[in-house]
């Protein structure tokens, strides 16, 4: 099924990523290429098939839930990109 | 012989030896990256005062006699591998500015064993690539060349870039990678030098920048199987912070260079014979197989029925896993920012410019494939196939104990030779490689050959869940048998 202009907005907005008008059709048309060669999976007979959701070859491991780091809040701000205080700050989003 | 031109095996044994000292050796390969970076653009970031304050702590722990598995050794690093005070940019401009203020696992373990590092490898951006076009500092040159067009400037492959030229223009000993469907074996390939992709787990994925967690592999590169089988054993390990690390004993790895292959069974996946495969492809894994027939191997013909399914399965995971991942990139809390009239408007600008093309394709696509009614159609679907994947891998290592195909589709092609607004064309890169990320397999390219051309070609070599040691052993026995040690790369 192809995307339409509409949907592939909606996209966008859901993924956060700002899309002016005219590279819609760019967009569109990348998005429907890789998703039409992805429609070969139809193919596959996958009746009473687990899915797969990863490579581990073994269980996971328990632990216990518990603080095991933490407590230097100067180093997580090193990188913030703005801060106030020991706080990262953002524009003002309640008035 | 220069410095630069010993093995790591090489360089351990003179260290030792007081033939030459760790100063020496790093300042030797600082001199060939201040030389040839400013052409193979293979590093983002030289650690020049770093590596020396680490070589002259290797040369006062070599006095004590107290040397480790890798002290004194030069490597070069992914940027993909946070590093405390190094910038980490996973070649992206999302995070031109961060400097972790953490070491991940891996590269602490090579710091351990007194490894040195000269600086932070160039890589397709998150590692979303094949040819090291998408970086956002600018792509790498491989410094193979064509011998009947010199001109051309070829990819080195991708995504890890320039950890694998880096590697191959002796600008370092080692280095490190992240194969997600192909990120080390494709540029190994292409490079013409080793690279392994280890069974998922082995290689803690701790202070790795995420891009698919269920498919992402940490590995080395070297430029013979032995060194990188000495990296593998310093960077593999058991590590609490990663809920999916492996807490299996680590083997001695380079040990089982010297096995041979007597007795082995080696698969040929008739699958991976595709259509319109290149001659000299098709020629060089044939030839592997002489020499492993030749070396006391059987051949054995094997089928993995699901092969053709397991890159458009690949590009629904890997997409919808990164989309998941690369959504901390907010502009909040680290990284680029540009700012908006609300949150909202921050964050949708600040991932506008902070990604590039492929990487704003590939969350996209993600995104829907992850959306409300197309979660089963897409999703599920491809996690099913996965598991048949999978399973075709199981049924075959019950005949065989390695399989043996080649490692990409062609040699190195040249920057511009594929369209970079037709995916599609570029994932087809990794048929060969992608199916053993969804198994977890640990695989191996070796080159093989070189073309008509002067390229090199590789093989790769895929073995059982942490039966790494079968597939050093295979690819040793290759390697002996290309006598490749004497082909390098015509840099000048």
Redesign the interface.
Known sequence: MALDHATVRRIATLARIRVEEDEIPRLQNELNGILGWIEQLNEVNIEGVEPLTGAAHMALKMREDVVTDGGYPEKILANAPDRAGAFFAVPKVVE | MSLTDLTIAQARAGLRAREFSAEDLTLAHLHAIEALNPRLNAFITVSHALAMDQARAADAALARGEARALTGIPLAIKDLFCTAGVRTTAGSNILR???P?YESTVTANLLRDGAIFLGKTNMDEFAMGSSNMTSAFGPVENPWKRRQDAEAVLVPGGSSGGSAAAVAARLAMGGTGTDTGGSIRQPASFCGIVGMKP???RCSRWGVVAFAS??DHPGPFARTVEDSAILLGSMAGHD?KD??S???AVPDFAAACGRGVKGLRIGVPREYRVDGMPEEIEAVWLQGLVWLRDAGAEIVDVSLP?T??AL??Y??IAPAEA?SNL?RY????????S???????????T??IG?GREV??R???G??VL?AGYYDA?Y?????????I?RDFTQAFAKVDALVAPTAPSAAFAQGDKPM????QMYLNDVFTVPA????LPAMSVPGALDANGLPLGLQVIGQ??NEETVIAVGAALERAAEFNGWRANVI
């Open positions: 500015p961060f400097v203020p069974t998922y787990g269920s498919l609490p809920s999916t492996a807490d299996v699901h053709k399914y458009p399965a590009y629904i989309s959504a907010d502009g909040v809390r680290f990284g680029l920012r700012d908006g009239s609300d949150l909202r408007d921050l964050y949708e600008r991932r506008a990604f704003q394709r969350i996209m696509i995104t829907y959306s897409y599920t679907r491809a996690q099913q196939v996965r598991a048949l999978l607004d037709d995916p599609v990320n969804l198994g977890g869940p942490f």
